[in-house]
């Protein structure tokens, strides 16, 4: 048996609305939400009395996934939010972007930041890193020629 493709990726946040409406900014599209609860997804996360809010965003061309999660029971425990880029487990997205400068200006512009500097990496990609909703950290490459 082999892994067939990734699915999506889960990120818990606080402010669901919050997170949706970064991503669909970048050009995410809301793929489907709703609320989940029931012995069966305790089952499958390992907590007691599971009832989330979610989103899953996708990707224009539909191969990428991301599953926004909000805990309203149990709670979610505190994590890092403000962690750095070389902090152990899971610390980035990325996401290719058609035009990295304009996409920037327009971030920064709604408050997001940049994390380091929007750098040129060979001949391949113009690439940063910004501040996305509660911590999450945000890779944007636009390809080059």
Partial sequence: MTIQRMDH??????????????FTQLGMEVQGDGSVEGEWVDRIVGLDDIQVEMAMLKTATGDAKIELVKFLSPPAEDGSPGAPSNMTGLRHLCFEVEDVDKLVAELQARGNGLVGELVT?????????????????????????
């Fill in 9 to 22: 990726v889960g990120v818990v946040v606080e402010d669901l609305p919050a997170a949706v409406e970064f």
């Fill in 121 to 145: 990496y060979g001949n391949s990609y113009r690439l940063c890193y910004v501040h996305g909703p509660e911590g999450i950290i945000v890779e944007l490459a636009e390809p080059l020629g």
